[in-house]
Nanobody, 118 residues
């Protein structure tokens, strides 16, 4: 059974920083792209950032220059460093990963709340 478990969410003041982590565990033979999405109340889920197995990255326009995605392939973990946080970054953040485990499919974590407020 493959699982993705996020951690690192919480409450932060505007202008502050947070780092999210997402670790994949279980019967894993390989991991392709990994990424982060977010969903604010009343809004659609949107891409925040993604990283390929080779390290190539892609960011949503609203977070470019403020957020950095990275991964540790030895630990099956993806990170999201968030700087200069704004109230509009408040959302539930979900990680996802393209994982080979028997077959190949996209897995999602349960989500972690990030709240940016003074």
């Amino acid at each position: 059974q493959v699982q993705l478990v996020e951690s690192g969410g919480g409450l932060v003041q505007p202008g502050g920083s947070l780092t999210l982590s997402c670790a994949a565990s279980g019967r894993i033979f390989g991991i392709g792209a990994m990424g982060w999405h977010r969903q604010a109340p009343g809004k659609q889920r949107e891409l925040v950032a993604a990283v390929t197995s080779g390290g190539g990255t892609n960011y949503g326009d609203s977070v470019k220059g403020r957020f950095t995605i990275s991964r540790d392939n030895a630990k099956n973990t993806v990170y999201l460093q968030m700087n200069s946080l704004k109230p509009e970054d408040t959302a539930v953040y979900y990680c996802n990963a393209d994982i080979v485990s028997g077959g190949r499919r996209n897995y999602w974590g349960q989500g972690t709340q990030v709240t940016v407020s003074s």
